[in-house]
């Protein structure tokens, strides 16, 4: 099985300094053992079937001892909160998450029955997301349709009519031969002429190009961009990934996918169906064998997770149309583009110059009540260094997050490594952006198995989630490199669990710079060192990884980067290399031993004893092993007889598939601490953008936060950045604990995935317990009134 899989599935090319090189680890979620994986729409539950209200967080914290960012301009931050949750819904070709599928023996998947496809929410439910989803949706294109030119920022007195606003002399533009060839060109003067405004241009390159054209309409020029890498009109967009809306795989994830099918006559709506050609077959296959009937049921079961308008009752083969996905251009080291491009100018105050706003790093939130935007080099001329600019300023700049005892732990340790390895580079900020205290559910039939074969099992796992982000300053801007996502089970989490570490996501970009060349492997295997170094001082005793190397194309956490990061890596090397960082870990006193999980577990009694993380291989796996399928479980009526399986034949059972996946799996054993343990004085952090790693994705792949080109990298961390200083607020206006995530217990709503603090709305974390679900108040105000049926809206 291949993917993007838990603790490790890192890809990548040859790295510079000898080593592999590094492109991304999708984990915690992921491909399993075999084949395609089913698609789980909820970011924040992951693999487990929800069976109670969203919960997270600890009761009896306090109000007021909460750590919290830079709060910045919160007037947005309701709309924010919302677009943020509504990511996965809007990007329908975009699956956030997906589930590993079920052991190899396993080749029949139990299907639910129940009204919403067996994820466990109730049908009014999921009704009331989807109508909110839909008018969310349908207000953000009625807004971008009525901004009209207003991708276009026009400089303070110019006019807005771009026929009018005219092309300044010493101005970038491309000239039209012909209906389908532009030139660039530089514009040498303008001229009245009967009425109309001509220009003098001259072809780029100019050597070659003595001769300058005179009397050339307005008409017949378009605004090229003033970046002197950039010069040109059509800055392309990359290519959304497309997923089958069947069988759930990535179409684009092999040069042999040229097409996929869809519906000639609601492409235009936006609510076709995208098929590939393997389930295209399949459905008339279906309809051979069993009719437009039993076409039509299959057509119901796949389409009632998909958005409002792509579900429906029947569908007609004869309908469908095949379509030619986008291509990667031969030799071409970029992602795949579509044919859209970037239609976000801004023009220059000063010079009055047109720019792309990736290229002149335009961030939008900064120029609001009346900043004009000047080019860099209008700026040092024409605005003055307030105290208010700067503070703008500071949103850009990694070094001005936060820092907290862990990110400057690891920060202090990548420093000395790179100085002792004689490094010379600019130095690497370290911030850690997120930590959560969650709660990962163990599925009830593995609890009430392991009842019935008289062994306790815990029902939940209380988890620390941290997200961590590395940066690098390139030409004065900062890069996001790298991004790490743990999961802490402490000393307060029972066993099988406690005190063990997962790595659940890894991702990195290529833009690290350093003299020597080639040292991006230590950098990363720096901050891994630096942080398993950090876990062992806080007492905890095992870190877990899992070696799944990812399918081409698929992506991770950083968004459509280059195409020499998409070649995929062996299992093998991928392994090698984490051995690297763990025979450094080694030498530096900070692991005691590693192997593989069959290595850790040869003396196994009881599955009891096999740590269940979040999201992990294992977390389908045992379950598996007892016959306990989960999606079995949820279309099940609780009367069913519990799979009776002696408890020797179940653990050699588990025994012999670590046998299988040996490879799959390393369990490093730290050392015992010098000192007594430290307590984890960190504070929680929160910020919707950064709290899952499928949020993150999801946010740089409807907003183009691109990763493909240094200018692009450079421009995604800029917004990234600003997103984080700027976060959304939590909970009700009037919250006793100042609208942060501070740790304490939290429900989510089920329509609009706000979280709310439970003191703040009257719910107790065992009153959670008992619920099926949760609509604040109001989401419920909403559909008592109506106004969702009649196309209204919640938050």
């Not at 604040?776 to 938050?795: F, K, M, Q, T, V």
């Amino acid at each position: 099985g291949g993917g993007f899989g838990g603790g490790g599935g890192f890809g990548g090319f040859p790295g510079l300094d000898g080593g592999p090189g590094l492109l991304g680890a999708g984990t915690g979620v992921g491909f399993g053992l075999q084949g395609s994986s089913p698609w789980v729409p909820s970011a924040q539950s992951g693999l487990q079937r929800k069976t109670k209200v969203k919960q997270r967080g600890r009761e009896n914290i306090q109000p007021g001892l909460a750590w919290s960012s830079r709060q910045g301009d919160q007037r947005t931050a309701l709309a924010e909160g919302t677009r943020f949750s509504r990511i996965r819904l809007k990007l329908k070709g975009v699956a956030p998450t997906l589930a590993p599928s079920r052991s190899r023996d396993r080749k029949k998947k139990a299907r639910a029955d129940d009204d919403d496809g067996g994820r466990g929410e109730k049908a009014d439910i999921k009704r009331l997301r989807r109508q909110i989803s839909q008018k969310s949706t349908q207000d953000e294109e009625e807004e971008m349709a009525q901004a009209g030119m207003d991708q276009y920022r026009v400089a303070p007195g110019r006019p807005a009519s771009l026929e009018l606003n005219k092309f300044e002399v010493g101005s970038w533009v491309e000239h039209r031969e012909d209906a389908s060839t532009w030139r660039l060109a530089i514009v040498r003067s303008q001229q009245q002429a009967g009425g109309q405004l001509q220009y003098t241009i001259q072809l780029e390159p100019v050597e070659q190009n003595r001769h300058k054209q005179t009397g050339v309409p307005h008409a017949d020029l378009r605004m090229a961009c003033s970046h002197p890498e950039c010069k040109k009109h059509a800055l392309h967009l990359a290519a959304l990934p497309l997923f089958c809306d069947r069988c759930r795989k990535a179409l684009m994830s092999t040069p042999q996918q040229r097409v996929y099918f869809q519906e000639k006559e609601a492409v235009e709506s936006g609510q076709s169906l995208r098929l590939c050609s393997t389930c295209v077959g399949s459905l008339r296959a279906e309809l051979k064998s069993k009719g437009q009937a039993g076409l039509d049921a299959e057509v119901q079961k796949f389409t009632r997770d998909l958005p409002q308008g792509a579900d429906r009752q029947s569908l007609v083969l004869e309908t469908l149309e095949e379509t030619a996905l986008p291509q990667r251009a031969e030799n071409s080291d970029a992602p795949i583009l579509s044919t859209d491009i970037d239609t976000r100018w801004a023009q220059c105050a000063g010079c009055f110059k047109w720019w792309h706003w990736v290229c002149a790093m335009y961030v939008e939130t900064q120029y609001k009540n009346g900043r004009p935007f000047y080019c860099r080099g209008c700026a040092p001329k024409h605005e003055r260094l307030s105290d208010e600019l700067q503070s703008l300023l500071e949103n850009n700049d990694a070094t001005k997050l936060t820092q907290i005892p862990m990110g400057e732990f690891i920060e202090e340790q990548v420093r000395s490594d790179l100085e002792e390895a004689k490094i010379d580079c600019t130095p690497i900020t370290i911030r850690i952006v997120s930590s959560l205290l969650m709660n990962s559910y163990t599925p009830e039939r593995l609890v009430e198995h392991q009842q019935a074969l008289g062994e306790s099992y815990p029902r939940e796992f209380p988890y620390k989630s941290k997200a961590l982000l590395a940066f690098q300053k390139r030409d004065g801007l900062d890069v996001c490199l790298f991004a790490l996502y743990v999961q802490e089970y402490g000393s307060d989490c029972p066993e099988p669990n406690k005190n063990r570490v997962y790595i659940s996501y890894l991702d990195s970009v290529r833009y690290f710079e350093s003299e020597p060349m080639g040292h991006r492997s230590t950098v990363y295997h720096s901050i891994l060192v630096a942080y398993l170094q950090w876990t062992r001082m806080l007492g905890f005793k095992y870190v877990h990884i899992w070696v799944e190397p990812p399918k081409s194309g698929d992506e991770y956490i950083f968004f459509a980067r280059s195409d020499q990061q998409r070649k995929p890596m062996k299992r093998e090397k991928l392994r090698e290399w984490y051995k690297g960082m763990l025979d450094k870990a080694k030498a530096k006193n900070v692991v005691e031993h590693y192997g593989t999980m069959h290595d850790m577990f040869n003396g196994l009694k009881s599955l009891a004893e096999i740590p269940l993380f979040h999201g992990d291989q294992w977390e389908i796996t045992v379950p598996s092993l007892l016959g306990l399928d989960d999606e079995e479980y949820v279309s099940a009526p609780k009367s069913n007889k519990l799979v009776r399986m002696d408890s020797k034949d179940v653990v050699q059972k588990a025994q012999q598939e670590m046998q299988h996946l040996k490879r799959h799996f390393l369990v490093a054993v730290l050392r015992d601490p010098d000192l007594s343990p430290m307590k984890d004085n960190d504070p929680v952090i929160s910020t919707d953008l950064t709290d899952s790693r499928q949020t993150f994705l999801g946010q740089c792949q409807m907003c183009h936060w691109q990763f493909n080109t240094l200018r692009h990298a450079q421009y995604s961390t800029r917004m990234i950045l600003n997103h984080i200083h700027n976060k959304p607020s939590y909970c009700v206006e009037d919250c006793q604990r100042g609208r942060v995530e501070d740790g304490s217990f939290m429900v989510g709503c089920d329509v609009c995935d706000n979280w709310y603090h439970g003191d703040c709305v009257g719910i107790s974390k065992d009153e959670a317990n008992t619920m099926d679900s949760y609509l604040c108040a109001r989401c419920r105000a909403l559909d008592e009134s109506g106004g969702l049926d009649e196309g209204g809206g919640g938050s």
